[in-house]
């Protein structure tokens, strides 16, 4: 063994790279999994889910028009906002946040990915435009 990875090992240092700041090109990548369902930019509309403009930073349930479900309903009324870590909890569980919720998806596994998809949708005003 090589003596840097011995003293490493002795002082318990991670041999493992450090965590990147989220990428904003591979979140776009990843928001490819929630298409189906929900749209961002300026001609954003209604899908089974509705539009991500401007989520993060917004209170649950502040898309005027959509029917969401009681649970992200009663989050709202409870004063809740996507901030980073409520969304990096919804993304990787849904029904974690929302056991009753509508949403039919599985999650995000990866730490990573979630991430990279919460910096991506960041960018987001609410009317479609980016910072």
Not at 80 to 93: C, F, H, I, R, T
């Amino acid at each position: 063994m090589r003596i840097p990875v011995m003293v490493a090992l002795l002082l318990g240092v991670a041999a493992a790279p450090a965590h990147a700041d989220p990428d904003i090109a591979k979140g776009e990548t990843v928001f490819k999994k929630c298409m189906a369902c929900h749209a961002v930019g300026p001609d954003a509309k209604v899908k089974v889910g509705p539009p991500l403009n401007g989520i993060v930073g917004a209170k649950w349930a502040h898309f005027e028009g959509y029917a969401y479900s009681q649970d992200i309903k009663d989050g709202a009324a409870a004063g809740k906002v996507w901030d980073e870590a409520s969304l990096n909890d919804y993304l990787e569980n849904p029904k974690h946040l929302a056991p009753k919720g509508k949403m039919a998806f599985a999650g995000i596994k990866n730490e990573l990915e979630r991430a990279d998809l919460i910096a991506f949708l960041a960018q987001f005003k609410p009317d479609g435009s980016k910072k």
